[in-house]
């Protein structure tokens, strides 16, 4: 109950905060944020990591398949092999191939 009673007064303290702040200040960080994801270094950064994260992944891929491969059921080993060659229809588990 203690929890409860703290998120409840928690909530309501960032409501009337909030609600001072107005749609001013809510323009104010919306713009804020758009020059920090434009900025060139920002994007740099994400991609890079981007990259990064995409050459972890295929090192794991390639261990994992080495490891379990043979033991994969036909129908997810069928969708690993068209996701890594970038050949098939669009996936129909919400990911894209970009």
Do not use: C, H
Request: hydrophobic share 40%.
């Amino acid at each position: 109950m203690r929890y409860k009673l703290t998120f409840i007064m928690g909530a309501a303290f960032g409501f009337v905060i909030g609600a001072r702040a107005g749609r001013e200040r809510y323009d104010q960080l919306a713009a804020a944020a758009q020059r920090f994801a434009k900025n060139p270094a920002v994007r740099n950064a994400a991609e890079s990591a981007a990259q990064q994260s995409r050459t972890v992944a295929g090192k794991a891929a390639d261990t994992v398949t080495a490891k379990v491969g043979p033991r994969l059921p036909d129908a997810l080993a069928d969708k690993v092999r068209s996701l890594r060659n970038g050949s098939g229809p669009d996936d129909d588990w919400g990911t894209s191939n970009t």
